[in-house]
């Protein structure tokens, strides 16, 4: 029902928001006022703290259609705001396509790469939109080609960190230091568990 009632009160809520606003920003305030006064006459009684927590039930129902009347002002706000983005969106021109090869200059300055980061490159060059539409996605066309570059660069590293791996176990097998395995545990120890 208040759902419904909401949106039905929406578009009225959108026109009067700036006003509204600080309507229920004053009224708010004489409410959080009026309630603090009442609060500080509790303290004053002998049962205070009955006086009290029936006051703090009074003040959320005082204020919660203010709350929702805020929320809605917010909702119509926010929808409103979105309107105008996609409105803005689609009145927008196109953005001037780039060639192809200024996108590609970056990856050719890399220098060799592995495979999967030459892939990694292409993918993101064939990615709609993502180097070939101009103005922020070239940004991210380099930003992506860096990235790949320094994929290139870990991966590289990494097979000379195996390769001295290899050569290393290679120099132990030859040396006779050949890695011996850890002793199988005997039937005593296994007993004590």
Known sequence: MRCC??????PVLAWAQPGERERLAVERQG?????????????????VTACVDELRVRRRAALEPLRERELAL??????QRANDRQAARMARP??????ASAVVEPAAEMGPAPAHAAAAISATL???GAALAGG????????AAERARAA???????DAAQADLARRNAQRAVGGKAATTLPVPGAASTARR
């Open 5 to 10: 009632l909401a949106l039905l009160i929406l």
């Open 94 to 99: 196109p953005a001037p396509s780039t060639s």
């Open 126 to 128: 064939r990615e709609p």
């Open 136 to 143: 922020g996605h070239t940004q991210r066309a380099l930003q």
């Open 152 to 158: 290139a660069q870990r991966a590289e590293q990494l």
């Open 74 to 79: 917010d909702d119509a706000g926010r929808r």
């Open 31 to 47: 409410l959080v006022d009026r309630f603090a006064a009442e609060e500080r006459a509790c303290q004053d009684r002998f049962v």
